[in-house]
């Protein structure tokens, strides 16, 4: 089954089983005095299903393709996006009814327009917001096959955090750097033996941003490249890797290393720069 219709019918049959049990408890066992009050003669006795029925469908399917499927998108917002485009689908549909019925019939209670509105938008809002977390969770593949394969042990994996995003609902530009700056840390410590980041400042870095990032592409992979050894500096390639692995950024970096006694540049151990050349570009080495 494709990916996209797999999506829908999950969505689908998610909010439609959500709603039903929702929608009975409510109208079964909270408001069933409420409604029988205020109705009085209004309520057939007994229910058409028939029209209920209609009524499931109808608003499952537009719940599913205005307000799900474009949470579940990518940078479509999540679970959060979902219960507040939920919220405002549920009270439009509802609104249709009760202010309609309030205006063309004699007798309408309007002191229950109010309750059926907010119920109408909590129902929508819980529904869209379960349903998109729900698919999210089936759909989801397991962390490591999410991840780029590793090339080296030097690769770096980073969660992305909701922090992370700008007003667009993107990685912000500033915090690719941030992802680089913290895997070329472990990048020294793991391979030159450098723990101290006081060891080495950075001269230059160039950064290409080749895509955009989400907080659906849960996380990226910074993997790193000598490019060239110099005498007291080193040249890194790094990329940035989401899902699948997909190039979301290019940098390259210079790190000049330092004595830390006299804050001088130093030169590179024979040690560190065969530990450079066996990471080496290709075709640099």
Excluded: K
Aim: charged share 25%.
């Amino acid at each position: 089954m494709a990916g996209p219709l797999r999506t829908r019918l999950l969505a689908f049959g998610v909010a439609a089983v959500l709603l039903t049990l929702l929608d009975l408890v409510w109208l079964g066992y909270i408001a069933a005095d409420l409604y029988r009050r205020e109705l009085g003669v209004l309520l057939a006795d007994p229910p058409r299903p028939g029209a209920a029925v209609a009524f499931y469908l109808l608003f499952v399917a537009g719940l599913v393709h205005f307000v799900v499927l474009p949470a579940l998108a990518r940078g479509g917002g999540g679970v959060r996006r979902a219960v507040g485009s939920g919220a405002f689908f549920g009270l439009v549909a509802y609104a249709t009814w009760d202010l309609t019925n309030l205006a063309v019939l004699d007798g309408f209670p309007a002191s229950l327009v109010p309750v059926d509105l907010a119920w109408g938008a909590a129902l929508a809002a819980s529904v869209s917001g379960l349903t998109t977390l729900v698919v999210r969770r089936l759909e989801r593949p397991p962390r490591e096959a999410a991840r780029p394969a590793r090339e080296s042990a030097a690769d770096v994996w980073f969660d992305l955090r909701f922090r992370d995003l700008d007003a667009f609902g993107h990685v912000y530009h500033a915090e690719y750097l941030t992802f680089l700056d913290e895997a070329r840390t472990g990048w020294f410590r793991r391979v030159l033996e450098l723990d101290d980041p006081g060891s080495y400042v950075v001269a230059r870095v160039e950064i290409d941003y080749r895509s955009s990032l989400a907080l659906d592409d849960e996380g990226v992979t910074v993997r790193h490249a000598v490019e060239r050894t110099g005498r007291t500096s080193l040249t890194l390639r790094e990329t940035m890797l989401a899902r699948g692995g997909r190039t979301v950024a290019q940098a390259r970096v210079v790190v000049v290393l330092r004595d830390r006694a006299t804050g001088e540049p130093r030169a590179l151990t024979e040690q560190e720069r065969e530990r450079c050349a066996s990471h080496a570009v290709a075709g640099t080495a």
